[in-house]
């Protein structure tokens, strides 16, 4: 069964960087889009980065293009997102997600991703 353990969160000042890491098992890890999303307290769970299975690029929400960089390690089963500049409207609680043999372009929705961790929270201080 499909697993994905995130790692990394934490608090952190104005300006300040983290990354986040997210290792996947129990799947066919290099046939999967993942994703990494977030959510605020109040707010719905929004997109913000995808690495595609399929060898296409990376996509960024416009809110974090520039100061976030998703990567994968497809030996290490591993995905991680790189988290630089981060403001006060960065905290909430992030998400990995993946789906499998995914081509289509809604890679950016949440239901497009059947397996979710559990969340790791990231909280900026101003």
């Known amino acids: 069964q499909e697993q994905l353990v995130e790692s990394g969160g934490g608090l952190v000042q104005a300006a300040g960087s983290l990354r986040l890491s997210c290792a996947a098992s129990?799947?066919?890890?290099?046939?999967?889009?993942m994703g990494w999303f977030r959510q605020a307290p109040g707010k719905e769970r929004e997109f913000v980065a995808a690495?595609?299975?399929?060898?296409?690029?990376?996509r960024y929400a416009d809110s974090v293009k520039d100061r976030f960089t998703a990567s994968r390690d497809n030996a290490k089963n591993t995905v991680s997102l790189q988290m630089n500049k981060l403001s006060p409207e960065d905290s909430a609680v992030y998400y990995c997600?993946?789906?499998?043999?995914?081509?289509?372009?809604?890679?950016?929705?949440?239901?497009?991703?059947?397996?979710w961790g559990q969340g790791t929270q990231v909280t900026v201080s101003s």
């Open positions: 997600a993946a789906t499998y043999y995914y081509s289509g372009p809604y890679y950016y929705s949440a239901s497009s991703y059947n397996y």
């Open positions: 129990g799947g066919t890890f290099s046939a999967a889009t």
């Open positions: 690495l595609r299975w399929s060898g296409g690029s990376t």
